[in-house]
């Protein structure tokens, strides 16, 4: 069985930074793409950034791109996504997800069916 835990939300002002983190066990982590999503509410759920399972390949959507950054440490069974600048709209509950992560003519993340239980993470303006 698989479990992701997320942790690392929380309240921070606009222009501000948070890190969250996302810990894999039950699988060897570092044979499979990570991705992570957001959740606004009232809205459906939408993908943020992908890393292919050696860390050599990211993707962005590209509302954040140039503010996250996605990143894993396999020998920790982690994946992080740094967020700065962070804005209003960044707000949603951010999960991390088990999927497939290819290249055809651009990048591409299909959501496997493991997800966490979701961090919360608030911007204030």
């Known amino acids: 069985q698989v479990q992701l835990v997320e942790s690392g939300g929380g309240l921070v002002q606009a222009g501000g930074s948070l890190r969250l983190s996302c810990t894999a066990s039950?699988?060897?982590?570092?044979?499979?793409?990570m991705g992570w999503f957001r959740q606004a509410p009232g809205q459906e759920r939408e993908f943020v950034a992908a890393?292919?399972?050696?860390?050599?390949?990211?993707h962005y959507a590209d509302s954040v791109k140039g503010r996250f950054t996605i990143s894993r440490d396999n020998a920790k069974n982690t994946t992080y996504l740094q967020m700065n600048s962070l804005k209003p709209e960044d707000t949603a509950v951010y999960y991390c997800?088990?999927?497939?992560?290819?290249?055809?003519?651009?990048?591409?993340?299909?959501?496997?069916?493991?997800w966490g239980q979701g961090t919360q993470v608030t911007v204030s303006s």
């Open positions: 997800n088990i999927g497939v992560f290819y290249y055809s003519d651009s990048y591409y993340y299909t959501a496997g069916d493991y």
């Open positions: 039950g699988r060897t982590f570092s044979s499979y793409p």
């Open positions: 890393i292919s399972w050696s860390g050599g390949s990211t």
